[in-house]
């Protein structure tokens, strides 16, 4: 190899995150009795770590309750997260003040799960849009109309929409405003929280679709939250995945399709549709359900649902460890 | 394929509320009622045949007739006018004592369910501590100290009346603040103020104007119940509460019922008149409805 080429090299590696995420932890506390004194805590994010590159889709898949969505708003810190940092171009947001705060919100966007509950019922959509313009002072007046309309357009609306109101619009038409939104303030890191669950399948697709083609066009970066691994292979480069609020493996989505290590992610994977009928394939049933988060199984919080415990899986937690490069993953067992 | 079929303008959730609260037959009703005492008390002036103040001892006593549309009282004014002029007295303590009521509770129960945490609970336990005065005995101690007025009934209804809307208020934002599109403000860098007044209140405004209407009656009526324990609008002004001050006593009650059926009346319909705008505003605004 030659010198120019390590040189080149250890550039690329040496790129730096858009986002690191290190030992992030939530927990919600449980008041109780006279004094209102914390009895318990729910432990909806612990220890969670990971990166994201420039550019970079990152899928964060699990089940209800694994503690994906709490995960992206600490990020975002739309909750308080209890502990762990945030590191967005270098800058750990958990420590900016909430004005110095709302300076990265420019940055950082988030596009929501529920399409009808995310758009405020008594603004029209073009004040719904034009609001972040607002508040950033990045556009007024008739600058202000012409961006909110080239957004409307640009996410396959139409700029004559901008005068109506919510309620006149269809699921994906809603998810679509909430895109614009989201768009409007040009971020470099924008957090989708399971954007398309709420959407008719078919629907699913156009929104999935327009996602990807606004990641080219605006130079995205996105963490794509979904419990369903078929969406998540469509559009990640990387894919991690929660489970009881930690993570069990992190892993390049082909890598992860193709070879997954972790019991858990077999078992997603397993339930994820084949389009063919004479395909035929072992599926792995998952007994019970999601362990209560207010008292995690000790060691491996898997441990009670996985189909290849043992005895020591309950003595210590599995630290995440690298297989191959990228691909992550905390497990003893294999 | 996304373009609307619909209709040519776009709706907002305001007018179709509109809409509803003309369809409602009770509220068309009481708006009518309340439009005609409202231009009666309002245009006192132009309808009234004497001077509502002026003592005329020639015709004291006198049962209704051309002359004197509802008689006169016992030093000879005439009621019709007193009445007239009454109301604007009345009303204007009511809708005045109901915006301070209306001000102080929003404002307190905005910080007390937006902000939660301590200041809802120093805001909450102050609350309550002026709800368990009862409201005209403290009115009326208070009342004795800083005596008499206009102003000051006003005052003393408006601030010793705001503990419900507070909680009402409180209540709203409480669950506005956990709405999607609340925490799509604060994601966007919303600061509180805007957050508190673009997204939260327009959603509140709704059950407080239902509450307002409440409000105006229970401040017309404590006024009518204050003038009558001769701690509200002092005479000569005339108010409906006072005009059936002056009327309380036996041989009045029997022989001159001319002098407390017309404000009586007056505050019945007014009364209803708002009752009834308050239960189709209600109503019309339900959110139940805002699709």
Redesign the interface.
């Known amino acids: 190899m030659s010198d120019m080429a390590r040189v080149d090299n250890r550039k690329t590696n040496s790129t730096k995150p858009l986002l690191e995420v290190k030992n992030l932890q939530k927990y919600f506390p449980i008041r109780g009795g006279v004094f209102s004194r914390i009895v318990g805590n729910v432990k909806a994010v612990e220890d969670v770590s990971f990166s994201v590159a420039p550019g970079e889709v990152v899928g964060l898949v699990g089940e209800s309750g694994s503690g994906k969505t709490t995960a992206g708003r600490s990020i975002l810190r739309l909750i308080e997260p209890t502990a762990g940092e945030v590191l967005f171009e270098g800058v750990d947001v958990t420590k900016l003040s909430k004005n110095q705060m709302r300076e990265y919100r420019k940055e950082m966007q988030i596009i929501f799960q529920d399409p009808f509950a995310s758009l405020n019922p008594r603004m029209t959509v073009g004040d719904i849009i034009g609001e972040a313009l607002t508040i950033h002072r990045l556009a007024k007046g008739r600058e202000k109309e012409a961006k909110v309309a080239d957004l409307l357009e640009r996410t396959g609306l139409s700029a004559s929409h901008m005068r109506r109101y919510p309620h006149e619009f269809s699921g994906g038409q809603r998810q679509r405003i909430g895109i614009a939104r989201a768009l409007a303030v040009d971020p470099k890191f924008i957090v989708a929280d399971e954007p398309v669950s709420a959407l008719d399948v078919s629907i699913q697709a156009q929104v999935v679709n327009l996602l990807q083609d606004l990641k080219e066009e605006f130079g995205l970066t996105l963490l794509f939250i979904a419990h369903d691994l078929a969406v998540v292979e469509y559009i990640s480069d990387k894919v991690i995945v929660m489970y009881l609020g930690r993570i069990m493996e992190i892993a390049p989505a082909k890598e992860l399709y193709a070879n997954p290590i972790h019991p858990y992610t077999e078992a997603l994977l397993s339930a994820v549709p084949i389009p063919d009928p004479t395909l035929k394939r072992e599926r792995i049933l998952l007994q019970g359900d999601i362990p209560s988060p207010i008292n995690p199984p000790s060691g491996c919080v898997f441990r009670t649902r996985c189909p290849i415990a043992v005895k020591e899986c309950a003595d210590v937690v599995p630290p995440l460890e690298e297989v191959s490069p990228g691909h992550f993953k905390a497990c003893i067992r294999r | 394929m ?3 079929a ?2 040519p303008k ?5 007018y179709k509320a509109w809409l509803r609260f003309r369809r409602h037959p009770l509220a068309v009703l009481g708006s009518v009622m309340f439009i005609i005492i409202l231009i009666l008390a309002l245009f006192a002036p132009v309808f009234d045949r004497y001077e509502p103040n002026k003592l005329s001892l020639a015709d004291k006593f006198q049962a209704p007739s051309m002359e004197h549309f509802f008689g006169t009282d016992r030093v000879g004014r005439d009621i019709w006018s007193r009445t007239l002029h009454g109301g604007r007295v009345s009303l204007l303590v009511g809708f005045a004592a109901a915006l301070v009521s209306m001000i102080v509770g929003v404002i307190l129960g905005g910080l007390s369910g937006y902000y939660g945490g301590w200041v809802d609970m120093l805001i909450m336990r102050f609350t309550d501590v002026i709800m368990t005065f009862p409201q005209v005995v403290i009115i009326l101690t208070v009342a004795t100290f800083v005596g008499q007025g206009i102003l000051n009934v006003i005052f003393l209804i408006g601030l010793f009346s705001w503990p419900g809307t507070a909680r009402l208020v409180r209540g709203q934002v409480l669950s506005l603040r956990e ?3 609340v ?9 509180d103020f ?1 957050i508190i007044f673009k ?1 939260i209140m ?2 509140v405004i709704a059950p407080l104007l239902a509450s307002l209407t409440f409000a105006i009656n229970g401040a017309v009526l404590l006024e009518a119940g204050l003038s009558f324990l001769g701690v509200g609008i002092p005479l000569p002004t005339a108010s409906w509460g006072n005009m059936l001050e002056t009327a309380r006593s036996l041989d009045v009650l029997q022989d001159g019922p001319w002098m407390w059926i017309p404000p009586a009346v007056m505050i019945l319909l007014n009364v209803l008149a708002i009752n009834f705008i308050g239960d189709g505003l209600r109503d019309a605004l339900d959110p139940k409805h ?2």
């Open positions: 996304l373009e609307i619909a209709s776009a709706v907002s959730p305001n709405e999607q599109f925490v799509a403000a604060q994601s966007l860098g919303a600061r805007v997204h327009p959603s805002i699709v």
